[in-house]
């Protein structure tokens, strides 16, 4: 079982909706991460968030809006999203930003329409 | 810059056969190395890593073990079972970001 808990597991949204997928971890980690997956492709990293502040932002366009509200909990905000985001959105979190052992969760699969 | 080099897949085999993924990787430093897991439907986990030269990674029956000479982590199983169908991805992680880069996966499929 994850630690990692991703809601919905599934998203179908037309290019005018606004949408939120969220991500939630217990573990006491205070690095948070969100990925892209295509199919048959690996994760590409989209934000880090260290300590609830953004770290890293991957040249993402802006209509993907990170959030981390407290240490527990992740959102990604989307807003007139085009066909080709259709992917799988992967949550992750670690013990800190110093380390490469990752726990994702799994996954939010969103199709835009 | 760092990368992770993977062999290309499907990779499939009969249930009980011996596996081996290969994986290598360019890094200006010294990174840990890691192997996750993928299954079908689900996000990836972590399946072992290794954090400095000969150190070995095992879980579940796999193994990998960290080559510096050969810059390699190439990840083995004696004898594969049906519900090890999944894609694996190795990765490196290294000082200064320490996000993992990842390789671009290898499918194992493995028969009855």
């Known amino acids: 079982d994850t630690e990692v808990t991703q809601t919905p597991k599934h998203l179908v949204m037309g290019m005018t909706n606004k949408k939120s997928l969220k991500c939630e971890q217990h573990?006491?980690?205070?690095?948070m991460y969100w990925y892209k997956q295509k199919a048959k492709k690996p994760p590409e990293l989209m934000f880090v968030?260290?300590?609830?502040?953004?770290?890293i932002n991957e040249s993402v366009p802006s209509r993907f809006s990170p959030e981390c509200p407290n240490s527990s909990l992740l959102n990604l905000h989307l807003h007139a999203l085009q066909p080709e985001d259709s992917a799988l959105y992967l949550c992750?979190?670690?013990?800190?930003?110093?380390?490469?052992?990752?726990?994702f969760g799994e996954g939010s699969r969103l199709t835009v329409l | 810059g760092n990368s992770v080099t993977q062999m290309e897949g499907p990779v499939t085999l009969s249930e009980e056969a011996f596996l081996t993924i290969n994986c290598t990787y360019t890094a200006t430093g010294y990174p840990s190395l890691f192997w996750y897991v993928q299954y079908p439907g689900e996000g990836l986990q972590l399946l072992l890593k290794a954090t400095k030269a000969d150190d070995k990674g095992s879980n579940k029956g796999f193994e990998a073990t960290y080559r510096k000479e050969t810059t390699s982590f190439h990840l083995e199983k004696g004898s594969v079972q049906v519900s090890d169908s999944a894609v694996y991805f190795c990765?490196?992680?290294?000082?200064?970001?320490?996000?993992?880069?990842f390789g671009r996966g290898t499918s194992l499929i493995v028969h009855p």
């Open positions: 992750a979190s670690s013990r800190g930003q110093d380390t490469g052992e990752l726990f």
């Open positions: 968030y260290s300590y609830e502040k953004l770290s």
């Open positions: 990765a490196l992680s290294e000082g200064g970001s320490y996000i993992p880069t």
């Open positions: 573990m006491g980690h205070r690095a």
